[in-house]
């Protein structure tokens, strides 16, 4: 396949593995603190990096708008690199990205012509060519600049890759014509309209027709309703008694005053569609006029964000590449737009922002989201407000140049971290994993708020092998009473925890007293702490 090369790139290609691992650390929680948000601020190349033990392969969609290397400059972004060293910025950036992605995970990169072709280049380079889902072209403009001196350009590009183009699915759309009468959004913010289960306007909507479909449901109150028509004749119902147990989350109660009316849902991704195309006008999703009086009416000011994205344009590629609970990540916040339409949309979220407008813009921005703004798609997805996040910031290294652990490090950091550096996925006890109806996750990214300690510290069993950290914070802790040694008594506590389902074990712990001809015989492979952990 061809490449692309620059001067330096051979080192800029290697960038993301020189990387340091940080502490993530929680500076705020804002509304509901179990809601799985993250907004970030710091570099991203080290975010991403510092993400990738517990998120790695859990994110459903990125969406980024990186700087477009226009040589305009922006006050929060280099935009007036050289073109190598906008490359150089990219490549290991897209690298951390695609690791992060799920395997039926896409990724959208907005760009311009001014580096549009370069980076397919370097992005079929990094998630491979067969990979290439699509370049929608984006109408930016809802007229021409007349003070242009040649072409004037009236759109850019999104480039979306997957991560694994046979792995990957796309929803088809619906034209607002055709769902406008689909208004209503569910707890999942699924788009819907109500008939009545009743059946009407037909010539066998009575109860002789199909005396079957008459019988009694119970109403949330308990009383019994039957399919009675506005003259008090015998009507009968839509659906069986079978088909509305199957379907009772479809079913809805209105009471009114003459008492209960039985509905059910009819949701508009059920109905065909049409595929996603690979232009999108700006009367569709909105253009940079859209999207400068949206960031106006946000900030009352003239944001130094001068091209953000409307709303409309990340809700497009969210309708067509997630579902509700999903995890969306933006590494290149801005504004915090692609934050705020995936709040309102039900998915979860990272951004990513670096330098204070993490603070002035981004986090105020999302407040307001969750006190129910009603600016952008709050209305077309029927927002009202809710959710939460939690505002966090880069740390310390958690690993030493020599690869010796931060003293600051603790039980729930250092076994995401193992767990990845062993299997190399997240561990499932993280936030990155709340969607995959596992256990409450902790936090392994704050000092503070740690979990207490267990003696029975089993990480989880991959393929047939069990991972156990015996760590109790304290490096070189060696009692034999406070949990980093591995005794005969504390493997008797151990053991029954993996229920017989492993055939090998590793365990990590400051030092061992069983022998090892014993940890031999028992499938035991010993690591001790911090010599055997490496993650430079």
């Not at 601020?41 to 700087?67: E, M, S, T, W, Y």
């Not at 999108?280 to 006029?289: A, L």
């Not at 964000?305 to 344009?313: I, S």
Request: charged share 25%; hydrophobic share 35%; with cysteine.
């Amino acid at each position: 396949m061809p490449q692309l090369t620059w001067l330096g790139d051979a080192q800029s290609k290697h960038a993301a593995r020189r990387v340091p691992y940080r502490l993530l650390e929680t500076q705020a929680v804002h509304g509901d603190p179990t809601a799985g948000n993250w907004l970030i601020q710091g570099d991203n190349l080290d975010a991403l990096k510092a993400l990738l033990p517990f998120c790695a392969g859990r994110v459903k969609c990125i969406f980024i708008d990186p700087p477009y290397n226009t040589r305009s400059a922006f006050t929060h972004y280099d935009d007036n690199l050289e073109h190598g060293q906008w490359l150089a910025m990219m490549y290991p950036r897209l690298e951390l990205l695609r690791d992060l992605l799920a395997e039926d995970g896409s990724i959208w990169v907005t760009i311009d012509d001014n580096e549009a072709h370069y980076l397919k280049v370097i992005m079929d380079e990094v998630f491979g060519r067969a990979n290439f889902v699509a370049n929608v072209v984006w109408e930016k403009s809802d007229s021409p600049k007349m003070d242009s001196q040649l072409f004037s350009s009236r759109h850019d590009h999104l480039l979306v890759f997957a991560k694994n183009i046979g792995a990957f699915s796309l929803h088809r759309l619906h034209d607002e014509g055709d769902t406008a009468h689909y208004n209503k959004v569910d707890e999942n913010n699924r788009r819907y309209y109500t008939k009545p289960l009743r059946a009407m306007g037909s010539g066998d909507d009575t109860r002789e027709a199909r005396p079957s479909l008459f019988f009694g449901i119970t109403a949330p109150d308990g009383t019994e309703v039957f399919p009675r028509k506005p003259d008090g004749t015998d009507g009968r119902w839509r659906w069986s008694a079978e088909k509305i147990a199957a379907e009772a989350d479809r079913i809805e109660w209105v009471k009114g005053k003459k008492g209960w009316t039985i509905y059910y849902r009819i949701f508009a991704e059920l109905s065909q569609g049409r595929p996603p195309e690979t232009i999108w006008s700006h009367k569709e999703v909105g253009s940079n006029r859209t999207s400068k009086a949206q960031a106006k009416s946000l900030f009352d000011e003239e944001t130094t964000f001068t091209t953000p994205k409307p709303e409309g344009v990340i809700q497009q590629a969210l309708r067509i590449a997630t579902n509700a609970n999903d995890l969306v990540l933006d590494s290149f916040l801005g504004s915090g737009t692609t934050a705020a339409v995936a709040h309102k949309m039900g998915r979860r979220w990272i951004g990513i922002e670096m330098g204070e407008h993490a603070r002035t813009h981004c986090l105020p921005r999302m407040l307001k989201v969750i006190d129910g703004e009603q600016g952008g798609i709050s209305q077309s997805v029927g927002w009202q407000g809710g959710g939460g996040f939690r505002f966090m910031h880069l740390g310390e290294p958690v690993f030493a140049a020599d690869g010796s652990i931060n003293p600051a490090v603790r039980f729930a950091t250092l076994a995401g971290y193992l767990w990845f550096l062993e299997t190399g996925t997240p561990w499932a006890n993280t936030p990155c994993t709340a969607g995959d109806g596992e256990r409450t996750p902790v936090l392994p990214y704050s000092r503070t708020a740690e979990p207490a300690y267990s003696r029975t510290a089993l990480l989880g069993i991959h393929a047939d092998t069990a991972y156990v950290l015996l760590y109790n914070g304290v490096l070189g802790d060696r009692h034999p009473d406070q949990g980093n040694v591995l005794t005969s008594p504390l493997w008797r506590e151990i053991e029954p925890l993996a229920g017989g389902r492993a055939a090998h074990w590793v365990i990590y712990g400051e030092a061992a007293l069983i022998p090892e001809s014993r940890r031999r015989a028992l499938g035991i492979t010993f690591k001790q702490i911090p010599y055997d952990i490496r993650m430079r």
